[in-house]
C-alpha cells in the first residue's frame, strides 16, 4: 500500500496520470527518445525525464499545457506565492495561462479551483505555508504553528468542525452549531428534492435531450437516471453539475443551490493546496536543452528512430477533446502506421486491432472514508506485436491508494 503524501507529477490537470506515473514508466521500454503526444499536463513526461530511460523529450498538446511546463521547470515559477481570488482569477485567467489552468476547477480554465465555502479555509492554508502566517487559521479558532499536510490530516476532525463553525457565525450570521447545521439542511434539501428534480428536468428539456444523452455525455450508465427520477434521487456533484451546464440549461451556480451543503460533505482534501503542490515538484527539474514542445495535431509531430511513443487520448464517452469530438477510426488507422513502439492508455479500444499490455486497478480511498475503483489499461497495436516492434509484458498490478 503507497500512502499518498505523494509524488506530484506534472501540472494540475483533470485527468491526470499523476497516481500510476511509475507504472506507466516501467511498462515503456528504454529508447533514446520519448513522445507524449497528448501531453496534457505533462505528468508522464515528468516521470519520464525523472527515470533515466530516455535522452530526448518531446511533448504535444492542443492547449497550451506543454508551455506552461515547460517554463515552470525552466524556473518560471519560482518565485509564484500568490494567493489568487476568485476576483483576480476572473479578472487574470485570461492574461496568464498559469491562474487559468492551476487556479481552476477541473483545470480547465474556465471556473475557479475552490468553491466560495471553501475559499476561506484555503486562503489561510496558503497563508500559513506560504508565508508562515498563521493568523487567518487563528481566526478559525485554530491555534498551531505549523500547517504541513501531514498535521493537518491528523487534526482535520477538529479542525473542520472549528471551520465550519466560524464559516455559519462569520459568513451565515447563524448561531447553529455544526450537528444543527446539517440537520437543518438535510431536511431542506428533503423539503425541496422535487424543486431540485424539476429544476434539472427543466434543463433537460429545454436542451432537447434525454437522460440517456447525459449518460453518453458523462460517460456514465444509468447515473442520469439518479438525477432526472425519483427513485433514489440525488443532486449532482459539483464537478458533474459544471459539466452538465455546458450541455444542458442550468443557470444557476452550484453554489446558490447545493454549496453549503457540499461544505459539511466535503473537505476531503482540506491539507491540500493543488495549485502550488505541483509547481514545487517541478523544482527539482533543472533547465533541460533536450525537451522539445509542440502545440498542433498529434499526427503532424514526426517521430525518430529509437523512440516510444506514449498516447494518452481522451477516453470514449468522456468529455470531448476537440471541437466536434475526437475522431478515433482516424486515431487507430494512424496507430497502425508507426513503426515505433506505441503504448495508449484508454479503458477500452477494439480487440481485433489492440492488446491490452499492461493495467492498473486503483484503488482510491479519500480521507473521507469514501472510495473508488479503475482499471487503467495500457494497448499497443497487434500489428506491432506481429512485426516485433513491441513487447506483450501482461502486467496486472493492484495498487491502494490513500489520500490525507
Same mark, same amino acid.
Given at each position: ?10 501540472? &494540475? ?25 497528448? #501531453?496534457?499536463?505533462? #505528468? ?11 535522452? !530526448? ?8 499545457? &506543454? ?32 491562474? +487559468? ?7 480547465? *480554465? ?28 487563528? #481566526?478559525?479558532? /485554530?491555534?498551531? !504553528? ?20 466560524? $464559516?455559519?457565525? =462569520? ?10 447545521? +446539517? ?15 424539476? $429544476? ?9 435531450? +434525454? %437522460? ?16 432526472? *427520477?425519483?427513485?433514489?434521487? =440525488?443532486?449532482?456533484? +459539483? ?11 442550468? &443557470? ?6 447545493? *454549496? ?44 525518430? %528512430?529509437?523512440?516510444?511513443? $506514449?498516447?494518452?487520448? %481522451? ?5 470531448? $477533446? ?18 515505433? %513502439?506505441?503504448? /495508449? ?14 493495467? /492498473? ?14 482499471? =487503467? ?11 516485433? /516492434? #513491441? ?14
Amino acid at each position: 500500500m503507497i500512502d499518498f503524501l505523494f509524488m506530484r507529477y506534472g501540472l &494540475p490537470y483533470k485527468g491526470s496520470k499523476n497516481i500510476i506515473v511509475p507504472f506507466l514508466i516501467d511498462a515503456f521500454p528504454r529508447k533514446k527518445n520519448f513522445y507524449d503526444l497528448f #501531453a496534457g499536463g505533462c #505528468a508522464v513526461t515528468h516521470g519520464a525525464l525523472l527515470s533515466g530511460k530516455f535522452e !530526448n523529450f518531446f511533448i504535444n498538446d492542443i492547449s497550451d499545457y &506543454p508551455e506552461v511546463f515547460l517554463k515552470a521547470i525552466n524556473g518560471g515559477f519560482k518565485d509564484e506565492k500568490r494567493w489568487i481570488s476568485r476576483e483576480d482569477f476572473l479578472n487574470l485567467k485570461d492574461k496568464e495561462a498559469y491562474i +487559468r489552468y492551476c487556479w481552476s476547477f477541473g483545470n480547465k *480554465g474556465f471556473n475557479y479551483l475552490y468553491s466560495k465555502e471553501v475559499e476561506p479555509w484555503k486562503k489561510a492554508l496558503h497563508y500559513a505555508r506560504v508565508f508562515n502566517d498563521f493568523s487567518l487559521l487563528e #481566526a478559525f479558532g /485554530i491555534k498551531t !504553528n505549523k500547517a504541513d499536510r501531514i498535521t493537518v490530516a491528523k487534526n482535520a476532525d477538529e479542525w473542520k468542525k472549528k471551520y465550519i463553525e466560524w $464559516y455559519c457565525k =462569520e459568513v451565515l450570521h447563524s448561531s447553529l452549531d455544526v450537528l444543527e447545521l +446539517r440537520k437543518n439542511l438535510e431536511e431542506n434539501i428533503k423539503r425541496n428534492s422535487e424543486e431540485l428534480r424539476n $429544476y434539472l428536468i427543466n434543463g433537460l428539456k429545454k436542451a432537447g435531450m +434525454r %437522460p440517456c444523452d447525459v449518460d453518453r455525455y458523462l460517460g456514465t450508465k444509468g447515473m442520469a437516471d439518479h438525477y432526472f *427520477g425519483k427513485s433514489q434521487w =440525488e443532486f449532482p456533484t +459539483r464537478e458533474v453539475y459544471i459539466k452538465l451546464q455546458s450541455f444542458l440549461v442550468l &443557470p444557476l451556480e452550484y453554489e446558490e443551490i447545493y *454549496g453549503l451543503q457540499e461544505l459539511l460533505q466535503s473537505l476531503q482534501s482540506l491539507q491540500s493546496l493543488e495549485s502550488l503542490e505541483s509547481l514545487e515538484s517541478l523544482e527539482s527539474l533543472e533547465s533541460l536543452q533536450s525537451l522539445q514542445s509542440f502545440r498542433g495535431s498529434y499526427e503532424k509531430i514526426k517521430i525518430r %528512430p529509437d523512440s516510444v511513443i $506514449y498516447c494518452d487520448i %481522451p477516453y470514449r464517452n468522456k468529455d470531448g $477533446y476537440y471541437e466536434g469530438g475526437f475522431d478515433y477510426e482516424r486515431f487507430y488507422d494512424w496507430c497502425e502506421k508507426q513503426t515505433e %513502439p506505441l503504448y /495508449i492508455s484508454e479503458y477500452w479500444m477494439p480487440p481485433e486491432r489492440f492488446e491490452c499490455v499492461a493495467s /492498473i486497478e486503483k484503488s482510491v480511498t479519500l480521507c473521507s472514508g469514501g472510495g473508488k475503483k479503475a482499471v =487503467e489499461k495500457l494497448f499497443v497495436p497487434k500489428v506491432q506485436i506481429k512485426k516485433k /516492434i #513491441a513487447e506483450i509484458k501482461n502486467v496486472y498490478v493492484q495498487q491502494e491508494f490513500n489520500f490525507f
